[in-house]
């Protein structure tokens, strides 16, 4: 996706906020889930790696978030599952090196820890306030506060129905708030930024999606 769609999209989703302080939190929102990563893996590299596999399978397992998963919940099973992948893959190659016992890759859990839920969450109440008012607000009290949808569409004063479709385009416009948290320039912030970290980032996303249409 080019930068100024991008862009565009930004300025479209939020009214508050100006341009600069989106993309702040998405670096902020980027940096938060680097930095558990890093101490997860005890690799910036690999870190960088994890959160563009958790990015992209966000992105292409989006149908699976409807009526009884939480956001929540649901991207931190998904990094769970990322970061264990990757320690599978890990283990693969160092069994090529030296032998590994059955039991030690059974070890690899895809159970969220404390910590992992802790990262994703605050994650997401650095994103919301980044999209219009009422997109915020049901992801806020489905997704986050696990609502009903009865009662949050009656306290809306509006039908099932209409409340569905609202539910789906704010968690749609938060899987695009994801992706370019994934793009955007960690150390300048912005998306079109030219500076060999940004290069790289971009780099990066655009192999591991390669990879995933594989």
């Known amino acids: 996706m080019k930068a100024p769609d991008h862009e565009a999209e930004a300025g479209q989703s939020v009214k508050p906020a ?6 702040q939190t998405l670096v902020d929102s ?6 558990y990563l890093r101490r997860r893996l005890g690799s910036a590299d690999e870190a960088e ?5 958790f990015v992209l399978r966000a992105l292409s397992k989006s149908g699976d978030l409807r009526d009884v998963r939480t956001a929540r919940g649901w991207l931190s099973r998904i990094l769970a599952t990322s970061i264990a992948d990757h320690q599978r893959q890990a283990a693969r190659q160092r069994e090529r090196e030296t032998a590994m016992s059955p039991e030690q890759f059974d070890g690899l859990s895809t159970v969220p820890d404390p910590e992992l839920e802790e990262a994703v969450c605050n994650c997401l109440y650095k994103l919301l306030p980044t999209l219009k ?3 915020a607000e049901v992801i806020w009290r489905i997704d986050l506060m696990e609502e009903t949808r009865e ?7 509006i039908t099932l129905n209409a409340f569905g479709v609202r539910l789906h385009r704010a968690r749609q ?4 708030r994801l992706e370019e948290m ?3 320039c960690p150390v300048h912030g912005y998306l079109d930024c030219g500076c060999e970290e940004a290069v790289r980032a971009r780099r990066r996303y655009a192999n591991a999606r390669k990879g995933e249409e594989l």
């Open 49 to 53: 790696d994890v959160l563009q596999s």
């Open 133 to 135: 008012p009422e997109h």
């Open 182 to 184: 994934c793009l955007t």
């Open 173 to 176: 416009a938060l899987k695009r």
């Open 151 to 157: 009662a949050v569409a009656a306290h809306l004063d």
């Open 18 to 23: 100006s341009d600069a302080a989106v993309r």
């Open 30 to 35: 980027r940096r938060q889930l680097l930095a």
